[in-house]
């Protein structure tokens, strides 16, 4: 079945720290990986997109990994500020399909002061 | 910075009754979308619009959803006869370029139907 899976579900962190997230995903065959951001209330707004044969993307303080062999991206933020509280979404396309969006759960990261 | 944009932000209904939720997507895009998302769930993928017809659709979109785009500029999504579970985020979000990769979707902030 194609998921994607993520972990943590939340997350809290002091404000300047980094946090790493997961996302683990069965969606085959495999094309490319989204990491979205979606503030409370709001539409997810896209960080990054990584194809297959992309292993890190960086993106201001957001930093993407991608293993494609096993299955598995990290969104990486480093320097925390408190507007990054949010949730982080992984997002993967179905492949054979024209554009539709297979979404994780999120992580719903707190950044505290 | 274009953006996509919903209205109403908010729609409260009666069960049994038809709502039409509004989208105008980026100017240029080509490709649209509608996804809904329930409390406390994931976002889920409902249908995808190219050239005024469908081009894929979910489980979920069955015969009490249709989409239109009547106009040059906006982007609909009717129920016809709306149930309590149709209570959820509608997000609309539309992209330049179609295919599996490098489309970007941008999202709308949404509308929140509430079904009473």
């Known amino acids: 079945k194609n998921q994607v899976e993520q972990s943590p579900q939340s997350l809290i962190i002091l404000e300047g720290k980094n946090c790493t997230l997961q996302c683990n995903y069965t969606v085959s065959p495999f094309s490319n990986l989204r990491w979205y951001k979606q503030d409370t209330g709001r539409g997810p707004v896209s960080l990054t997109i990584?194809?297959?044969?992309?292993n890190t993307k960086s993106n201001g303080r957001y930093t993407a990994t991608l293993d494609a062999d096993t299955k598995q991206s990290s969104l990486h933020i480093t320097a925390s500020q408190l507007s990054d509280s949010a949730s982080y979404i992984c997002v993967v396309p179905l492949s054979g399909g024209y554009n539709k969006l297979i979404f994780g759960a999120g992580t719903r990261l707190a950044v505290h002061p | 910075e274009p953006e996509v944009t919903q209205t109403p932000s908010h729609q409260v209904t009666q069960m049994g009754q038809e709502v039409i939720l509004r989208c105008v997507p980026i100017s240029n895009h080509l490709y649209f979308y509608w996804y809904r998302q329930i409390l406390g769930q994931k976002v889920e993928f409902l249908v995808s619009?190219?050239?005024?017809?469908?081009?894929?659709k979910s489980e979920i979109f069955d015969d009490q959803f249709s989409v239109e785009r009547p106009d040059g500029s906006n982007f609909t999504l009717k129920i016809r006869s709306t149930k309590l579970e149709d209570s959820a985020m509608y997000f609309c979000?539309?992209?330049?370029?179609?295919?599996?990769?490098?489309?970007?979707?941008?999202f709308g902030a949404g509308t929140r139907l509430s079904v009473l």
């Open positions: 619009f190219y050239n005024n017809e469908i081009s894929e």
């Open positions: 979000a539309s992209s330049e370029q179609g295919g599996i990769a490098k489309n970007i979707q941008y």
């Open positions: 990584m194809t297959f044969s992309e």
